[in-house]
T-cell receptor
Framework: EPEVTQTPSHQVTQMGQEVILRCVPI?????FYWYRQILGQKVEFLVS????????KSEIFDDQFSVERPDGSNFTLKIRSTKLEDSAMYFC?????????????FGNGTRLTVT | AQKITQTQPGMFVQEKEAVTLDCTYD???????LFWYKQPSSGEMIFLIY??????QNATEGRYSLNFQKARKSANLVISASQLGDSAMYFC?????????????FGQGTELSVKP
């Protein structure tokens, strides 16, 4: 069964450094998402992406964050200057449609630790 | 604004028994989908079951069923014949059909522990 893949599974970085989290969505999916989950807390929406542009972003997704689909397969999340509070699990997800009957398929996540 | 509420932070169930995880939602849209995801301790998010707002029958997927009560805006997950491997965090989520980006909004989650 096709799946969303994320790399790396764990990233440790120092405060102020830039990080890029990578995702390969399911190949025929058109809609892409990033979510984050601070340890033990709820899963929070960051951004949705379709047709090479952001469809919607949350208040969390400020100027420090950016997303890109550099080629036909990868979807990346960049954090320009990491803060301690960016430590979280970051999930990439993709969906075939935006319709309410189409689930989001999630990757296994990247655990980001900012020291 | 859409909102999902899961009022049970933690639940215990005996192996082989059934358990119900509660979920209520709020939306002004008429068309939406409700989803349940399982998150084991390893961290991945696994899609379990879906219910559409216009579906008249409750969704079922193997041991999972969704008790959908539209008037009460509730979408409870029922797990029958619990197994030790069902121990995990469970999230209820909603997706509005006409939301521009199609995002899912999640509840706070319920941690289920299955006792042998």
């Amino acid at each position: 069964e096709p799946e969303v893949t994320q790399t790396p599974s764990h990233q440790v970085t120092q405060m102020g450094q830039e990080v890029i989290l990578r995702c390969v969505p399911i190949s025929n999916h058109l809609y892409f998402y990033w979510y984050r989950q601070i340890l033990g807390q709820k899963v929070e929406f960051l951004v949705s992406f379709y047709n090479n542009e952001i469809s919607e972003k949350s208040e969390i997704f400020d100027d420090q964050f950016s997303v890109e689909r550099p080629d036909g397969s990868n979807f990346t999340l960049k954090i320009r200057s990491t803060k301690l509070e960016d430590s979280a699990m970051y999930f990439c997800a993709s969906s075939l449609r935006t319709g309410g009957d189409s689930p989001l398929h999630f990757g296994n996540g990247t655990r980001l630790t900012v020291t | 604004a859409q909102k999902i509420t899961q009022t049970q932070p933690g639940m215990f169930v005996q192996e082989k028994e059934a358990v119900t995880l509660d979920c209520t939602y709020d939306t002004s849209d008429q068309s939406y989908g409700l989803f349940w995801y399982k998150q084991p301790s390893s961290g991945e998010m696994i899609f379990l079951i879906y219910q559409g707002s216009y579906d008249e029958q409750n969704a079922t997927e193997g041991r999972y069923s969704l008790n959908f009560q539209k008037a009460r805006k509730s979408a409870n997950l029922v797990i029958s014949a619990s197994q030790l491997g069902d121990s995990a965090m469970y999230f209820c989520a909603m997706r509005e059909v006409y939301n521009q980006g199609g995002k899912l909004i999640f509840g706070q989650g319920t941690e289920l522990s299955v006792k042998p």
